[in-house]
């Protein structure tokens, strides 16, 4: 219910209008082929996602079911991950209100993102969770159904964005090797028919001509020092820096198992330890310092300092090296299969944008945000298994008080946008196209590019305005 209200408040922006249009129905009649200088990345293999995202334009009931279905299948998943315990349950309840502005911005408050990024992502970790499923020793009822589920589980995903579609392949040749040789369990029919429907779906996308000409809108590069230049002076601070209520949850959930693991290694205690303190101070520090300065509508920060630049990028793989010791020095890899993945899938996902120099967003990273909270949980859980019932108890309790007051807030931003949106743009010249919108809304980051006046259509309010109430809803 939550997040089927949540869709009725979200405004549309930017490549809402350009779908919804008459650009997007020429693509939707064309194959989702034109000209390259016209369309630039909008002509893609993406044929699910263009489809949903022109039909979630036109019919708002159809897109408040959508985010309702597809927003809770991804919080059930990371629960159902994470061991579906109820304190993981409340933790997964607060996956949304850990964002950073650019996720808030790009996937939560903008239907073009939510379309593009979230069906995929819950139907891949539902596949992961009748896999663990698997793994965990559980009987596989109605095999060929499930089989049946799986193909069109990875050939509907795989047509949304292009590193998913790549990934779900990964992801079915990986889960058939680790279930024969790690943990000697029989193939299972529907494990075939994902990685059968993700090779389908990857020939169907990348078939489409648009990969196989000079894109003017995707650009990679394998200079080195571009590579670089982008990771320290854009990129690292959107996958690491900014994630600060996940990095101090790992911090501190680290601390509290090294003190209670490795009572008998007082030396390696003390280092994880320190080190741990001295990271939470660390980012403690530098989003305090970050958030005193301006970012610009694509959440990159101008003119920062090079010296403070070039530290935090050096501090982020410290960090990731840190983290990745401290999990295989702390937890067994074949008991902690799920935090081992998650981990290994936040830096794949990562990768690819490594090299890829245009374009350049943060919600590129969100996939790989998404597996970095499972692991966190993960960690968040292996602490709190060291207290006794009564301190997890007040735990939950605390936990659900501050979920409940994060829900209360995002609701109340997002129907204070509402109601002011609603009425800026009733302004005559705004809706004559003789000048853009008069003012932003009061909560900008709830809005696509942090509300960026030149991202809204007179074209398309005009229209809005003069529906009556059932016909914008249908």
Known sequence: ????????????????????????????????????????????????GNISEIFTVHHLLVAMLAY???????????????????????????FIFTFQDGYISTVLAWNAGFVNYIPPLALMLLFLTFIK?????????????????????????????????LYQIFIGVVVILIGRYVYHSNFEWFEGSYLLGAIVSAAIMFSHPAYHEKSTYRDTNFDIHGIINNYFYITHYWFNTLNLIVNIALLVAIIIIATNKLKHTSKMKWMINLASIFLIVYYLVINFWLSR???????????????????????TILYWLFLIFCTIYLFKPKKNYVLYFSLFTYFALISPF???????????????????????ILYVLKAASYF??????????VLVVVLAL?????????????????????????????????????YRKYVLSNDALLQQSSTYWKEFLNKSWLQRLL
């Open 406 to 442: 994060c829900a209360v807030s995002v609701g109340y931003k997002m129907t204070a946008n509402y109601h002011a949106n609603m009425v800026r743009v009733q302004n005559e010249r705004f809706l004559s196209g003789q000048a853009q919108l008069p003012n932003h809304v009061p």
């Open 133 to 165: 499923d698997l793994y965990d020793g559980n009987k596989v009822y109605n095999p060929i159904l499930l089989a049946v589920y799986a193909f069109f589980m990875s050939l509907i995903g795989g047509l949304f964005v292009e590193h998913l579609t």
């Open 293 to 315: 300065h301006n970012y610009d509508q694509f959440f990159m920060y101008r003119n920062l300092s090079t010296r403070v630049t070039l530290v935090d990028g050096v501090m």
């Open 1 to 48: 219910m939550y997040f089927f209200i949540f869709r009725f408040l979200v405004i549309p922006s930017g490549d809402d209008f350009f779908w919804g249009g008459a650009q997007g129905r020429y693509l939707m009649n064309h194959g989702f082929y034109g000209p390259q200088k016209i369309y630039g990345g909008s002509s893609n293999g993406r044929w699910i």
């Open 68 to 94: 309702a279905v597809f927003w809770t299948l991804l919080i059930w998943c990371i629960w159902k991950l994470a061991g579906k315990s109820k304190l993981a349950l409340v933790l997964s309840g607060l």
């Open 354 to 376: 490594i090299i890829i120099i245009s374009p350049i967003n943060s919600r590129e990273f969100f996939t790989a945000y998404v597996f970095l909270y499972i692991a966190a």
């Open 388 to 397: 006794n019932k009564s301190v997890i108890k007040n735990l939950k309790t």
